[in-house]
């Protein structure tokens, strides 16, 4: 079994409590890696140690040397981008083919920081006392703390790392308890870049232990989260403790209409990878579907169709369109909400169970259901899976009425 250990301050070290916990490979239900499970003395060290290298060697390192560190971690990216793939779908059950992609893409943030480091600028402003003189100029914050959900996670570390990195901040990630070795072995392409210590440290663990220990730190200047409403809750509290800067990135169930004048090819090929696409596991996956009554029921036929012949397979297959769900949780919510949505009157139209011939993993049909209003459980809540509730509208003023009715707010099509 493969073991990832914490990154604290250039080492890899063992949590101060010895506990480990397990991750399961999605696609076959069985466990493949043990992480060390940090807690708060944990999040002291690394905290510390990225507190002491903002205030050491970081600060003193020229824009341009960071900027060879941001290269050096983007081309280690590309070099072992087929590596971080397999580790991510192995880890996660996302689809092998969209993992390799998105670990060598990815390296492109590392370099659009690498080239702005030495280009930030502060500004001169008028002012009507002539003996005065006023400008502003930016300076890094301190030590960021940066929690990454797993869907996503190359990605979403880069839009963290990269830029406090670029700015001359140090940072403590923390990994998502649910498929953490992918930022693991992307610590392990960081440690060779010789960046100095205590630069970037990465723990992984659970909430309060963990999560709330890093997030109310008294030397943590920022908080940096994507995840869901109830933890960010959480953190804006735990951020009153240490007046961080606090950005969320949150949940989403985001809405998409089809009018009547639509190419409706494109409009259901564009609805399906926006909803099946990486198993629905998306924040911004298009999962209310409304459809103008004119076209109603020959694009639920078509797309329909389309749903049934969706691949569904092993994630490290060429051919696999649609693998399994990352995990157990995830897909025992969505068969509950499915089922609820039908006893409150949605209409089943495709899916809505496990596909009998796959025995093993944690798989689910693509599943449409007709909705007759959007207060059904499987049109009001984020699922994180691949279920679309399909509604209709007449008119562009009701259509924009319906997609704004939902407490989430992310993304439209």
Known sequence: MQEYNLYINGKWTKSSNNKRFYSIDPSTEEKWASF????????????????????????????????????????KLKENAELLGKIETLDTGKMYKE?????????????????????????????????????????????????????????????????ALAMGNTIVIKASEVAPAPIFELAKLI????????????????????????????????????GGVPTARHIIKNSA?????????????????????ANIENAINGVTASIFGASGQSCIAGSRLYLEKDIYNEFLTKISEKAKNIIIGPPMNETTQMGPLCTLKQLENIQEKVRLTIEQGGNLIYGGEKPKEINQGFYYKPTIIACENHDLPTAENELFGPVLSVMKFSGEEEAIKLMNDNSYGLAAG
């Not at 940090?38 to 390192?61: P, R, T, Y």
């Not at 001169?124 to 003996?131: A, M, W």
């Not at 914050?141 to 990454?148: F, M, Q, S, Y």
């Open 241 to 261: 403790e240490n007046l961080a800067q606090v950005s969320l990135e949150l949940g989403g169930k985001s809405p998409v209409a089809v009018f009547k004048d």
């Open 36 to 75: 060390a499970q940090a807690n708060e003395e944990d999040v002291d060290k690394a905290v510390d140690a990225a507190h002491l290298a903002f205030c050491g060697e970081w600060s003193k390192i020229l824009p341009s040397q960071r900027g060879y560190y941001l290269r050096s971690i983007g081309d």
């Open 99 to 163: 993992t390799k992609f998105q670990a060598n893409y990815i390296a492109e943030y590392y370099y659009y920081y690498a080239g702005l480091v030495d280009k930030i600028e502060g500004s001169t402003l008028p002012i009507d006392k002539p003996e005065m003189q006023v400008f502003t100029t930016r300076e890094p914050i301190g030590v960021v703390a940066a929690i990454i959900p797993w869907n996503s996670q190359m990605l979403l570390t880069a839009i963290k790392l990269a830029p």
């Open 191 to 226: 440690d060779q870049t010789n960046i100095p210590k205590g630069v970037v440290n990465i723990l992984s663990g659970f909430g309060d232990e963990c999560g709330k220990a890093l997030t109310s730190h008294p030397k943590v200047e920022r908080v940096a989260f994507t």
